[in-house]
């Protein structure tokens, strides 16, 4: 069972795990292993990491508190290997954003053996012990509705990004776009094609879809790494495109004010970062969340927008934030996740 949190009621967190019997240790050692494409939001997820790392070591003198960060840099193969290595070397807690999660099955019963925590990021596996998750079929659908809500009822044509072939988290993000978009007649896709998380391959696709489609009204994507080659291609082509991003950069973000970007799903890597470090804390001291924690990632539009969908029949139980609450949150992980909310 998976559980959807606000603001309020993530900071709430800070008793709300069950308590289990487990003696703390002297050391906890974190590690994290990513894809590893070089974007904005993994740049903001590792800068996240390394401070919370640096806090929750400062502020807990009872517990020596490391952390490492590993980047596979796009490459199974890669990521196979820095995985079985870790393994070998025996961190407290291991977090793994994997490319292919079948293909890192047999690691996890390897890294369980070994008595090491295995949380899967992103996309869930039953084999792990906890996995990460981000709600992508909800977050997908209400960008999806979105798109719906803010086309103005006309003939609406968006050519859909996608992710990696075989990564769970993508295929669910799309899966919730294509049935948020359902919702609608007037939206048509015109295109989808695959990027895999990688803004190089990003920027060709834009460039041929607006050859390809020079009616395209929008570019929708299941990351905010893809929008930033995409609005620079359409803006130096003079095209006046819309775009509807997922992952709350904060570069995305302030193109929401009075820019092209329509809505965003705010992930946040530096939110994560600091989560994923308070998780790995909070486990140490012998507390147990849920086996699929869910992260909260409300929708993001500018309060004008909002009000337009709304007035369109977009669901006014979808929670939503507007820009400038949605920056601060993304900006400042401590205050949902420091040491403060456990202490």
């Not at 981000?134 to 809500?149: F, I, K, P, S, Y």
């Not at 696709?205 to 990351?223: C, H, K, M, R």
């Not at 705010?266 to 001291?285: C, D, I, P």
Request: with cysteine.
């Amino acid at each position: 069972m998976t559980f959807k949190r606000t603001l309020a009621s993530t900071l709430a967190l800070a008793t709300g795990f069950a308590g289990t019997a487990m003696a703390a240790e002297d050391t906890l050692d974190i590690v994290f292993i990513n894809d590893g494409h070089v974007a904005p939001y993994h740049v903001a997820w590792l800068s996240g990491f390394e401070d919370a790392i640096e806090a929750y070591d400062a502020a807990f003198e009872d517990v020596k508190i490391t952390g490492r960060w590993l980047s596979a840099e796009g490459s199974l193969e890669k990521m196979i290997q820095q995985t079985e290595v870790t393994i070998n070397e025996k961190p407290d807690v291991m977090f793994v954003n994997a490319i292919n999660v079948d293909a890192f099955e047999p690691l996890v019963a390897k890294a369980q053996e070994a008595g090491i925590t295995w949380i899967a990021v992103h996309s869930p596996m039953e084999s792990a012990d906890y996995s990460f998750t981000l709600g992508d079929v909800e977050n997908g659908t209400n960008q999806g509705r979105a798109m719906c809500a803010l086309s103005g009822g006309e003939a609406y044509k968006v050519a859909v990004m996608l992710g990696q072939a075989g990564n769970p988290s993508g295929e669910a993000r799309r899966e919730g776009i294509m049935k948020g978009i359902a919702s609608c007649d007037n939206v048509e896709v015109v295109a989808e094609q695959p990027a895999d998380w990688d803004t190089v391959k990003a920027q060709s696709i834009a460039e041929n879809w607006l050859t390809q489609y020079p009616d395209l009204d929008a570019i929708s994507g299941v990351t905010d790494a893809y929008m930033y080659p995409s609005i620079a291609i359409a803006t130096n082509s003079g095209k006046d495109l819309e775009f509807f991003g997922y992952d709350g950069d904060i570069p995305i973000l302030q193109q929401m004010q009075d820019g092209p970007v329509k809505a965003d799903i705010l992930l946040s890597g530096t939110r994560e970062g600091w989560n994923f470090v308070q998780m790995a804390y909070r486990l140490h001291k012998g507390e147990t969340p849920e086996k699929v924690y869910d992260f909260f990632t409300p929708l993001v539009m500018s309060e004008e927008n909002h009000k337009l969908a709304l007035a369109n029949g977009f669901p006014e139980d979808v929670e939503v934030y507007y820009v400038d609450q949605a920056l601060d949150v993304a900006a400042k992980g401590f205050l949902e996740f420091g040491p403060d909310s456990v202490k």
